[in-house]
T-cell receptor, first 116, second 114 residues
Framework: AQSVSQHNHHVILSEAASLELGCNYSYGGTVNLFWYVQYPGQHLQLLLKYFSGDPLVKGIKGFEAEFIKSKFSFNLRKPSVQWSDTAEYFCAAKGVYGGATNKLIFGTGTLLAVQP | DTEVTQTPKHLVMGMTNKKSLKCEQHMGHRAMYWYKQKAKKPPELMFVYSYEKLSINESVPSRFSPECPNSSLLNLHLHALQPEDSALYLC?????????????FGEGSRLTVL
């Protein structure tokens, strides 16, 4: 069955600390991978995406993620977090083939709290 | 700001009421979605419309009735809801064909069922 798992449900960091959020997916085929972010009181928005090519992708606000095919992982990183990064982060995956019937699968989310 | 507009932002309704949630996008997207999100949980897919036709219904109870009048609009008609249906209802849109999975979300309609 298709699934996305996020290992950390709640992460608390101090400003300037480095961040790494784990994401693993289970899917029998080629996938597109995403990190979405939901800031307090705001809509879900795309942080970054991986379709193909360079496995290290850069997104907005200094975030990056690395696709490691052998580990079925797509971990999110940021060298130095800010208080404004406090948000919920969702990893998501979607099979490349199958069109609209192939659904976007979300992980359970990681709530990041950055302390000033 | 998001380019997917949802109204109303907040809705309180009784279990016998009939109400509707509305969603509009002008990005030329031809796939539109309804998701339900409970607090501290990921969004759960409810319905997908592709080219104005219902392509996915995730076994949603019939008290939720989606409608896609045209390529820019998506409605969710609500009738005889239960308190456990209280949640944030998210609309999203994307480009088909292929549908890469990159979705554009609205801010949501927060529904409370009394």
């Amino acid at each position: 069955a298709q699934s996305v798992s996020q290992h950390n449900h709640h992460v608390i960091l101090s400003e300037a600390a480095s961040l790494e959020l784990g994401c693993n997916y289970s899917y029998g085929g080629t996938v597109n991978l995403f990190w979405y972010v939901q800031y307090p009181g705001q809509h879900l928005q795309l942080l970054l995406k991986y379709f193909s090519g360079d496995p290290l992708v850069k997104g907005i606000k200094g975030f990056e993620a690395e696709f490691i095919k052998s580990k079925f992982s797509f971990n999110l990183r940021k060298p130095s977090v800010q208080w404004s990064d406090t948000a919920e982060y969702f990893c998501a995956a979607k099979g490349v083939y199958g069109g609209a019937t192939n659904k976007l699968i979300f992980g359970t989310g990681t709530l990041l709290a950055v302390q000033p | 700001d998001t380019e997917v507009t949802q109204t109303p932002k907040h809705l309180v309704m009784g279990m016998t009421n009939k109400k509707s949630l509305k969603c509009e996008q002008h990005m030329g997207h031809r796939a539109m979605y309804w998701y339900k999100q409970k607090a501290k949980k990921p969004p759960e897919l409810m319905f997908v419309y592709s080219y104005e036709k219902l392509s996915i219904n995730e076994s949603v109870p019939s008290r939720f009735s989606p409608e896609c009048p045209n390529s820019s609009l998506l409605n969710l008609h609500l009738h005889a809801l239960q308190p456990e249906d209280s949640a944030l209802y998210l609309c999203a849109s994307s480009h088909p064909p292929g549908n890469t999975g990159e979705l554009f979300f609205g801010e949501g309609s927060r529904l409370t069922v009394l």
